[in-house]
């Protein structure tokens, strides 16, 4: 043990009556518990404050493959409860042997970093773990002073993490004793795949050989939506393959069964009427996501439905980095209601109890809609799914149907003339969003032109002045 692992060993607190951790599973309580799976105890209290009463199916499969050493793949959608599968055996680990480094998690994207950064801070909270969260479009520099605090944990997006390899002093991934790779499919199709390389080279190898001197082999964890051949690529260059359990718990592509899902046809021209009728008589101040394909769509909706009174804000990949997790947290926290968000947020994001999920847009894929649906219906809740699908999208809604493997029902009872009946409160509030984006991209663009002041001009201002 080298003198900054002690240090850490130090840090990272252990509750007194909890000290050797075979003494610690909590008493089991049947089949189902998370101490039946040799979780202990003082996890187990973690995941009860946290209203985990039981473990979830790829949980169930994963701690245990887990906890005996084995490399993971799990096929899992989100929503499953995978963080929590991979967070817990890494911090059970970490309080047999806390050292710095110990675990690297990298996720595709920034929101879904935060958000497993924030789910092991929750199960750790009691036993003081530390964790980095390396992403872009966030200040290089605090990041280096989270590392310099050495974490028992780094989560990152595959970019900014060989960022900090090459530019921060003492950032080594040579210490990580277990690499997760959370949505590897999208990891890959978001184009990670030479960073990943450089991270692959940089960690320990998953085949040590203590022969030649390597003492420990890192071990893998891998969760993908679905099994690619990219991805089964990855899971032949990263994990030991006699040593991985694979674990599946969807079908391919399905949807959980306690989301009840239904469309409504409606014509083009009275979509946003018919959106605004879904809050006034279905969603009233429940949560919802409605998805949009386009930045420009969702910001101006979101304007839309303010105007109307709703609490509603956008998330796009427009947005710089603080005002996208301004709008989540402001979402998260039950401060506004209504998120309108474009694809960028339909994977990946963990928003707990969002009750309905709207689609104002069919996606182009149908996969998409896959994923935008899982934001509701989380870890055993119920949630609603409602589509519009006006005649332009006929065909893309049956490809979704197709996908599903069934026909979905309309939504009933909902009549035209009612609809109407908030046509012109609707069509005001509509020229009103677009009205205030015009003359926010007038204010912006007076803004930059001020910037823009050639270099000649304020040289001969300033000599003007002397
Ligand atoms: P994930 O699939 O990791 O995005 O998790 C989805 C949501 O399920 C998160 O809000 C978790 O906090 C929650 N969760 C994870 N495990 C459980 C569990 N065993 N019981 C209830 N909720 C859970």
Do not use: W
């Amino acid at each position: 043990m080298n003198p900054g692992q002690r240090e850490v060993v130090l840090a990272f607190r252990m509750p007194e009556e909890t000290k050797p951790v075979e003494n610690q599973v909590a008493p089991t309580t049947g089949e189902s518990s998370f101490a039946a799976l040799g979780v202990c105890a003082v996890l187990c209290d973690a995941c009860r404050l946290l209203n985990y009463r039981e473990p979830t199916p790829i949980q169930r499969e994963a701690i245990p493959a887990a906890l005996a050493g084995k490399d993971i793949v799990g096929l899992a959608q989100t929503g499953s409860g995978k963080t929590a599968a991979f967070a817990i055996p890494i911090l059970q680990f970490l309080l047999e042997d806390p050292r710095p480094y110990f675990a690297l998690v990298l996720s595709p994207t920034r929101e879904l970093a935060f958000q497993i950064s924030e789910q092991f801070l929750a199960l750790g909270s009691e036993i003081g773990v530390r964790v980095a969260t390396l992403v872009g479009g966030m200040d290089m520099v605090g990041q280096a002073v989270t590392l310099a605090k050495r974490p028992h944990v780094v989560v990152g997006t595959p970019g900014r993490v060989v960022d900090h390899l090459t530019a921060t002093k003492g950032f080594t991934l040579k210490h990580v004793r277990i690499l997760v790779l959370d949505e590897a499919d999208r990891l890959l199709n978001m184009d990670f795949e030479e960073e990943l390389d450089q991270i692959l080279a940089a960690v320990p190898r998953s085949d040590a050989d203590p022969s030649k001197g390597e003492t420990f082999a890192r071990k893998t964890y891998l969760f993908s939506a679905t099994m690619t051949s990219q991805v089964a690529k990855l899971q032949r260059a990263s994990l030991r393959s006699k040593e991985t359990v694979r674990i599946e718990v969807s079908a391919k592509y399905s949807t959980v069964e306690t989301l009840v899902q239904h469309y409504l046809f409606i014509p083009e021209k009275y979509k946003d009427c018919y959106l605004t009728y879904l809050f006034e008589e279905l969603v009233a101040r429940h949560s919802c996501i409605v998805f949009t394909d386009t930045q420009s769509s969702a910001q101006r909706l979101a304007l839309m439905l303010q105007n109307l009174g709703y609490g509603a804000v956008c998330i796009h990949g427009g947005m710089s980095q603080p005002n996208r997790l301004g709008a989540l947290n402001q979402f998260k926290s039950g401060e506004k209601h209504i998120l309108v968000a474009t694809d960028v947020a339909s994977r990946g994001l963990d928003i707990p109890l969002v009750d309905f999920v709207i689609n104002y847009d069919i996606p182009p894929h149908g996969k998409d809609y896959i994923h935008r649906v899982g934001r509701t219906a989380r870890a055993g809740r119920t949630g609603r799914a409602i589509s519009l699908v006006s005649q332009y999208d006929v065909e893309l809604f049956q490809k979704v149907e197709k996908l599903l493997g069934r026909q979905l029902e309309a939504l009933a009872g909902v009549q035209q003339e009612h609809v109407l009946l908030l046509l012109d409160r609707v069509s005001e509030a509509a020229r009103l969003a677009v009205q205030e984006i015009r003359e926010e991209k007038l204010v912006l663009h007076a803004a930059a032109r001020k910037r823009r002041i050639p270099a000649g001009a304020s040289v001969s201002r300033r000599r003007r002045r002397s």
